[in-house]
């Protein structure tokens, strides 16, 4: 399994996490089936021209310029800031995580082969994928996208005539490298840089062979490049590349796509910490998992303070459950049909990773639960210990949430509210009754009320 990893540029955003999670998921349900799976995410630290446009300034090159700093220190900064992410969002690591600088040789051969092959031609020392000649030749640029050749030229940058390309579509395997760009390799062209779409094609094929099962990305990678990726690579082998192609829908904030490039947009450690304009709240990484988890992969979905608050209910709701198995009594028949509901379980997910459908079948099994607890049915020693067994493979296995507790999320918030208490009591002690007051009036505008009683000071968080 391929999936594109992110350009190194900038901080990480929730959008960008939630496709990562995606294919986290995707890998950990493959390994739970008993694959061996090798699975490869890339990082994109060579700086590249949004959009395949002939002129402009790569983002890392930007970013680098901006700070003045080196543009590998760019890299370094966001790679680091990248994994640091994904950990607090218990992430599996992939297989291998190879990086586009680290495969210059291997892009600039690929580059000969196709232009061997009479699809890529040199101008000015660049050289451009021919799509036409492409299609001419019996292939389908547009056969994963659906999109046909003039909604292609339609959807490509030109300079009023004056691009070096034969075809407003075609597509950059090298660029020269004018004297601003700071990234740049020698090569039998001219001193330059690869094109952004040719990395992934050279790396899922060194690491994962001609043809592999599955390819993944974010919706927005669809067109072009993964149609590009197709084109290069089907030129070299002879034949498509990919068995399957998963693509992860985006992540709304304020009913629009959640985009650097736009300012829409939220860090998965603002989240964390509430540190942000958005949420009313921190959440712990595994509710903002549990929230992911409960769209299917390739739907549209909208993130708020009132989305996440439901969904801090469900997962502490789906905790309890599990924490409670241990004390269920066994007796020795059951009368719940434990096989049945471990099929549905299984069924969802091998439909298409249906995520919305397992969790929906969890809390089929949260009832259950609560049922047994109150001993309103019976299971046995055996089926009690397969129970346990399924929801814990599914839950932390591979929806890949931690167990934590309402107390647990919320112990820091409890202590700084009993240390207030206690500052309190000092000032009425002092009789400092305005500084007794504002302490008071403050958390109460919080949605933090003390009440006062004999045996000291109490308080309730509306």
Request: hydrophobic content about 35%; aromatic content about 10%.
């Amino acid at each position: 399994m391929y999936v594109c990893g992110p350009t190194v540029y900038s901080n990480v955003h929730l959008g960008n996490v939630r496709t990562f999670m995606s294919f986290d998921m995707v890998f950990r349900y493959l390994q739970h089936l008993g694959y061996k799976v090798r699975y490869v995410r890339n990082i994109t630290d060579a700086g590249h021209l949004e959009n395949d446009a002939d002129e402009g300034e790569d983002r890392i090159s930007k970013k680098a310029r901006i700070e003045e700093i080196e543009p590998m220190e760019v890299v370094q900064r966001y790679t680091v800031d990248f994994h640091e992410t994904l950990e607090k969002y218990n992430f599996l690591p992939p297989s291998i995580e190879p990086t586009a600088t680290g495969h210059i040789v291997e892009q600039i051969e690929m580059i000969k082969e196709i232009m061997e092959k009479g699809l890529a031609y040199e101008v000015n020392g660049s050289v451009y994928f021919d799509v036409l000649k492409y299609n001419e030749d019996g292939h389908n640029y547009g056969i994963l996208s659906g999109r046909k050749m003039e909604d292609a030229i339609h959807n490509t940058r030109a300079l009023d005539g004056q691009s070096d390309k034969k075809n407003p579509q075609d597509f950059a395997l090298w660029k020269k490298a004018d004297e601003r760009h700071i990234m740049r390799w020698p090569s039998p062209w001219s001193d330059g840089f690869p094109g952004w779409h040719l990395e992934c094609s050279v790396m899922s094929t060194k690491y994962l062979g001609e043809q592999f099962d599955i390819h993944g990305g974010g919706m927005d990678l669809k067109f072009p490049h993964h149609e590009c990726e197709i084109a290069q690579s089907q030129t070299c082998s002879g034949h498509k590349p990919v068995n399957y192609w998963m693509h992860a829908n985006m992540l709304l904030l304020n009913s629009q796509k959640m985009a650097k490039s736009t300012g829409n947009f939220v860090l998965p450690n603002e989240i964390l910490t509430g540190e942000n304009n958005i949420l009313s709240k921190a959440f712990a990484p595994s509710v903002v998992r549990f929230f992911n988890m409960q769209a299917h992969y390739r739907s549209i979905l909208d993130f708020s303070s009132d989305a996440l608050e439901a969904s801090e209910k469900g997962y502490f709701k789906l905790m309890d459950a599990v924490n409670s198995l241990q004390n269920i009594q066994t007796s020795k028949t059951s009368s719940v049909d434990i096989s049945s509901w471990k099929q549905q379980c299984y069924d969802a997910m091998n439909d298409d990773f249906n995520t919305p459908i397992l969790i929906a079948h969890l809390f089929e099994a949260v009832k259950i639960i609560n049922q047994l607890k109150e001993q309103k049915g019976k299971i046995s020693v055996d089926d009690l210990a397969e129970f346990a067994k399924t929801i814990n493979a599914f839950v932390f296995d591979i929806l890949g949430l931690t167990n934590e507790t309402k107390q647990n999320s919320s112990d820091k918030i409890d202590g700084v509210v009993e240390l207030l208490i206690k500052l309190r009591k000092e000032a009425r002690d002092n009789k400092d009754w305005a500084l007794s007051d504002q302490i008071r009036d403050e958390l109460l505008a919080l949605g933090i009320q003390l009440k006062d009683g004999r045996e000291g000071t109490t308080f309730s968080i509306n």
